[in-house]
């Protein structure tokens, strides 16, 4: 597993190792108290690196952090899960960012990347997004994407409060990637920043 590389951002590899850089950046908007999603505290994070790297030995999971590439700097950690080679399809998700990185171009190049490898190295036929109910902000931000809203899963998992979450399910399939490409790198052209036609391997 390698690292996917954007203009200014980098998807690397999750290490074990990172521990303090993502409390580090989950401090900035104290994010481990959102109640829609899991985001690692200084008493959660080595469960939080534990569960992704077992994930990745098993084969099931992709997890990396965000980086920006000029300053090496951790802001946040998303990845590939639910991985079925079988099948070709595979859901993004776990993606948190520090909350200055929020609403930037960040989120929309680290999709371009990760949508990129999905369809076009993995050969996917379908790449899924799941939110919980309640989080508006990322339900826009996921429509924005260009992916397809397919229907709400009740009770699709207990957060760490007991809550029982209904979750809004998302997908984009391989006949739609063509069209959700090129408006992705419209986006990111807007930004007045060149994109490369498809993201690099590497360190």
């Known amino acids: 597993m390698e690292a996917l590389l954007g203009q200014r951002i980098r998807l690397r590899p999750l290490l074990a190792s990172d521990a303090d850089a993502l409390v580090e950046a989950a401090a900035d908007g104290e994010l481990w108290n959102l109640p829609f999603t899991v985001v690692p505290s200084a008493a959660t994070v080595q469960h939080y690196i534990r569960v992704a790297l077992e994930g990745q030995a098993a084969g099931t999971v992709m997890p990396f952090v965000t980086e920006i590439r000029e300053t090496n700097q951790v802001i946040g950690s998303t990845r590939f899960w639910k991985i079925d080679r079988q099948n070709r399809k595979l859901e993004i998700g776990s993606t948190w960012l520090a909350a200055s990185w929020q609403g930037t171009y960040v989120n929309t190049e680290a999709k371009f990347l990760m949508l990129c490898y999905a369809f076009e190295v993995l050969a996917c036929v379908r790449v899924q997004f799941t939110t919980d109910e309640i989080n508006e902000k990322s339900r ?18 207990i957060m760490p409060d007991g809550r029982k979450r209904n979750s809004v399910r998302f997908s984009i399939i391989d006949d739609e ?11 990111l052209l807007n930004t007045k920043e060149s994109i490369s036609s498809i993201p690099r391997l590497g360190s």
């Open 140 to 157: 826009r931000a996921i429509l924005r994407l260009g992916a397809k809203q397919e229907g709400i899963v009740r009770h699709e998992r």
């Open 177 to 187: 990637w063509p069209d959700v490409r090129r408006n992705l790198e419209e986006k």
